[in-house]
């Protein structure tokens, strides 16, 4: 009997037990239900009253309070107000995926561009497989929706050299003296830059998509030295998407005036694709082949063959690495015009909250087929460059974000004609509705 008590009490005593611990695990429940229920009511002071009882004496409790100002300011339809806040805690925590995701959330429904840019780098860094397979469906899903649009692009390009000539006014050509003519000659001055693209999509099947769009570019400066050009183009692209990536291939064609008068013709194929090759890196391949023609110089006339093999890795979520190999062939009627060019060319792009900064260092060399004009040698350049790129997200006006870029170039030629420094600064804007 004394056994049979013991036994009952012991039994009472695990019944109370289990009771307190679901109990407690039933009050943990409602206290995150309370966190959620509250954010979908609005009610700010019950949703940081319940934060507070999860975070509070914990070392990263600033940071899930300003998050959750972020998400009150989604609730209350303040969303520049809530980018504002995420920016601010990802400019401190950049690792801080929450505030990343919620960033992405929040320009989407702003329909701002830079939510792209956003999902993009949040894809390439973020360890969860589940939620960089849901991004890569949205954006797939996205592209898809735009059907048609029209994109603005405009830039300010000061230039200290617009002509690619040398500085000196005299090179020796056979042994004697010959005095370059203004337009041969450097020649510094500003360009403006004016230009439009539309595009119209439609889905050929579920992998098949069809796109024709057309460009239309005026570059105008303010210098004799360098005629006024207008470039206008056209392309019909096959794009294909897959699991392991994707293709576009199709026809293209371009005109090119300068000074009003017809200058060059082209008209060929063209060919892109990228492959991711593993969770942060992709591999991209280009190419193209264009017939041209030059009215007005018929010597010029011949084909233009370009590829480049591209690799992109994202270190961190702030740090992205590419290398770039382009190759160029281009035959013309005269030999001396018909060359190949093979360059390399290696960046890096830094984010620190809203900057973004990118440098780029690239060479390439250049050798041509025939012997040049008045030489007895066929010319060979030389050509390298640094440039870097700024952009700070916050000069937003209308979502157009202007980006700095300044260009170091050096060609060094066997030709004295071809012998250059040039520095290149451009102020860019883009725009698509």
């Avoid at 003519?181 to 439609?202: E, F, I, K, N």
């Avoid at 591209?310 to 702030?318: C, E, K, V, Y």
């Amino acid at each position: 009997m004394k056994l049979l008590r013991r036994l009952n009490r012991l039994v009472r005593t695990a019944g109370v037990v289990a009771l307190l611990v679901a109990g407690l695990a039933r009050a943990d429940l409602v206290q995150a239900e309370t966190l959620e229920m509250a954010l979908q009511r609005g009610d700010a002071t019950a949703a940081r009253a319940a934060l507070e009882a999860e975070v509070a004496g914990k070392p990263d409790a600033a940071i899930h309070r300003a998050h959750l100002e972020g998400l009150l300011a989604m609730r209350r339809g303040d969303l520049r107000a809530a980018e504002t806040i995420f920016r601010a805690i990802l400019a401190r925590h950049p690792g801080f995926e929450p505030s990343r995701i919620q960033l992405v959330i929040v320009l989407d429904k702003l329909g701002d561009p830079r939510a792209r840019h956003e999902a993009r780098r949040l894809a390439e860094t973020t360890k969860d497989a589940r939620l960089r397979a849901r991004l890569a469906r949205k954006a797939g899903a996205r592209d898809q929706q735009d059907k048609s649009g029209v994109q603005l692009r405009f830039a300010l390009l000061p230039s200290s050299n617009l002509t690619g000539g040398p500085k000196t006014d005299t090179i020796l050509i056979g042994g004697l003296p010959f005095r370059l003519d203004p337009g041969s000659r450097q020649a510094g001055g500003t360009g403006l830059s004016l230009g439009v693209v539309a595009w119209q999509s439609w889905e050929l099947s579920p992998d098949w998509q069809l796109t024709l769009s057309g460009s239309a570019d005026r570059r105008v400066y303010d210098t004799d030295a360098k005629a006024d050009e207008t470039e206008v183009g056209a392309r019909l692209a096959f794009a294909h998407k897959a699991s392991w990536g994707g293709l576009s291939f199709g026809p293209r064609t371009a005109i090119l005036f300068q000074g009003g008068e017809q200058v060059r013709r082209q008209a060929g194929l063209g060919f892109e694709t990228a492959v991711p090759t593993g969770k942060t890196t992709r591999l991209s391949l280009s190419a193209e082949v264009l017939r041209q023609r030059f009215p007005q110089t018929a010597f010029r006339d011949g084909t233009l063959t370009r590829a480049q093999i591209g690799l992109r890795w994202a270190a961190n979520r702030d740090t992205t690495f590419h290398l770039q190999l382009p190759v160029e062939r281009e035959t013309a009627v005269a030999d001396h015009l018909s060359h190949l060019e093979l360059g390399i060319e290696l960046g890096v792009h830094l984010r620190r909250g809203p900057v973004g900064l990118g440098i780029a260092v690239a060479t390439s060399l250049d050798r041509y087929d025939g012997l040049y004009p008045g030489f007895d040698v066929a010319r060979k350049d030389k050509v390298s460059s640094l440039k870097l790129t700024l952009r700070h997200d916050k000069l937003d006006w209308q979502g157009l974000v202007p980006e700095l870029t300044v260009t170091r170039t050096r060609q060094d030629s066997n030709i004295p004609l071809h012998d250059s420094w040039t520095t290149d600064v451009g102020l860019n804007l883009v725009k698509r509705f």
